[in-house]
């Protein structure tokens, strides 16, 4: 079975300060990990993906999230978070051989000028 | 080129009437999923398509929805006597497809806000 809890349902941070968005996950075999982002009134758009690659793992607009498997999780970060990260996130897990995805609850992310 | 599209982008509807929903994935792909976005909430998985196979559906919450894809593209999601608790946004997505489909990209469309009176 696969489940995934985002640790935060809202981060406010300051422009220019680092973002760290938490994702634990549970999964029965080796799993698929993603974090989408929405800004308001969009479809979600991946910003990342790890699929037992890598452990480290880089993406669009300057993100990256790390695998710790020993850690089950998968937190997302950026060392300088601009006002146009403003946005949803989601984390997302995939078991090997699924092919139905389980999202977080999303975390919202606030950029103060 | 073109990405996924989902009409209407709004439906205002009154309790008890049927509502139609439609997506266009991206040509190509042979996987597509709906799901429900309720405010605060994370995705909720509905329906899914893969080519020519059988949809699952085992997200469906109740025997009021159904949805069908013609021609392995185009796909309708249906929801019948619409109740107050139905309001969401309905979000469609498509992907290739592959053999490890735990690895796939999901291509997401923007969405149709369904508001039931």
């Known amino acids: 079975a696969q489940s995934v809890t985002q640790l935060d349902s809202h981060v406010s941070v300051s422009e220019g300060t680092p973002v760290l968005l938490r994702c634990n996950y549970s999964?029965?075999?080796?799993?698929?990990l993603f974090w989408y982002v929405q800004h308001p009134n969009k479809g979600l758009q991946l910003l990342l993906k790890?699929?037992?690659?890598?452990?480290l793992v880089k993406g669009i607009n300057g993100f990256e999230a790390e695998f710790k498997k020993s850690e089950t999780s998968f937190h997302l970060t950026k060392p300088s978070a601009h006002m146009s990260d403003a946005a949803e996130y989601f984390c997302?897990?995939?078991?090997?051989?699924?092919?139905?995805?389980?999202f977080g609850r999303g975390t919202s992310l606030i950029v103060h000028p | 080129g073109a990405g996924v599209s989902q009409s209407p982008s709004n439906k205002v509807t009154e309790k008890g009437k049927d509502v139609e929903l439609r997506c266009d994935p991206i040509?190509?792909?042979?996987?597509l999923y709906w799901y429900r976005q309720s405010l605060g909430q994370g995705l909720e998985f509905l329906i899914y398509?893969?080519?020519?196979?059988?949809?699952?559906k085992s997200g469906l919450p109740s025997d009021r929805f159904s949805a069908e894809r013609t021609g392995g593209s185009v796909s309708t999601l249906t929801i019948q006597r619409t109740q107050q608790e139905d309001s969401a946004v309905y979000l469609c997505?498509?992907?290739?497809?592959?053999?490890?489909?735990?690895?796939?990209?999901?291509?997401f469309g923007p969405g149709t806000r369904l508001t039931v009176l």
């Open positions: 997505a498509s992907s290739l497809g592959l053999a490890g489909a735990a690895t796939d990209t999901q291509y």
């Open positions: 999964s029965s075999y080796s799993p698929s």
């Open positions: 790890y699929t037992s690659a890598a452990t």
């Open positions: 997302v897990v995939s078991d090997t051989g699924s092919y139905i995805p389980t």
């Open positions: 040509s190509g792909h042979t996987a």
């Open positions: 398509f893969q080519g020519n196979s059988a949809p699952d």
